[in-house]
């Protein structure tokens, strides 16, 4: 077993084409993939996995799951091989107990798990399972979870959680593919701000956090992977931001590490 305490990732995942793209966002995760310890495995939460359960992976190797449309065709049919594990699986259920309802063989890695993965670890040797983000359960309620799952990170078990601080499809700009809208940046700003401070509690009321919290974060999925991490952050963690970057006006890639 290893025994070195894992550290704990945001990434913001963006566009699933980062996949196959070479930028300065996944020029950022590859170098990740040369500095991170290696994990007996890794536990992703992905914005993408988004339903009325929280449901864990339950299979002996992973699917990579293409949960999009209208991508190229090498997207649209790129493969991540990966194996899971149901033995990590029931370690896992043992320190959640009731908090999670079912185990499944329904699902593998969806893109904002992989997407990401792929630069990180591109031949994994280690197994990845992924839980779900349960849609009825309160914000704070998901960043108690991240603090039970902050166990694992003694057990060697890395926690990955994918998302974006600010995602907000709806008002893409696409003049802009390396800027940001003033009210994403003011936002984005603020969360980092508050996450530097370890100030926790406004980033799980975030819809008070600016003016426009509601248009940087419309919907919870792709926030609410940041209160994982957050939740499962110790006091003696440093908390590094890096990828602090923004995409088509309304899209924040920034990204946290948390590690001692």
């Known amino acids: ?16 084409m980062n996949a196959i793209e070479n930028n300065e966002i996944t020029r950022e995760w590859q170098k990740l993939g040369e500095l991170l310890p290696t994990p007996r495995a890794i536990l992703v939460i992905s914005a993408h996995w988004y339903i009325t359960d929280t449901a864990l992976t339950y299979q002996d190797n992973n699917q990579t799951i293409h949960d999009f449309y209208g991508f190229p065709e090498e997207l649209a049919t790129y493969s ?16 959640l107990g009731s908090g999670i309802d079912l185990l499944s063989d329904k699902w593998g ?8 993965l792929t630069h990180i670890y591109s031949k994994p040797t280690m197994p990845i399972l992924q839980l779900s983000i349960n849609i009825q359960k309160t914000p704070q309620w998901h960043f108690e979870l991240g603090q039970k799952l902050a166990k694992l990170r003694e057990q060697g078990i890395m926690l990955i959680a994918s998302g974006n601080i600010v995602h907000n499809l709806s008002l893409l700009s696409w003049h802009k593919p390396n800027l940001g809208n003033d009210w994403a940046i003011e936002f984005d700003n603020k969360v980092i701000e508050l996450i530097q401070a370890r100030n926790f509690e406004p980033l799980i009321n975030y819809q008070q956090l600016t003016a426009s919290a509601l248009m940087a974060v419309p919907t919870p999925e792709h926030y609410l992977p940041l209160l ?12 590094t931001i890096f990828n602090q970057k923004y995409n088509y006006g309304s899209l924040s890639m920034t990204s946290i590490i948390s590690n001692e």
């Open 228 to 239: 994982y991490i957050l939740g499962a952050s110790s006091i003696s963690d440093k908390l």
């Open 80 to 95: 991540y091989p990966s194996i899971s594990s149901k033995s990590i699986a029931a370690e896992i259920k043992d320190i």
């Open 109 to 116: 890695l969806d893109h904002g798990a992989w997407s990401v």
């Open 1 to 16: 077993m290893n025994n070195l305490k894992m550290p704990a990732l945001f990434i913001g995942h963006g566009s699933p």
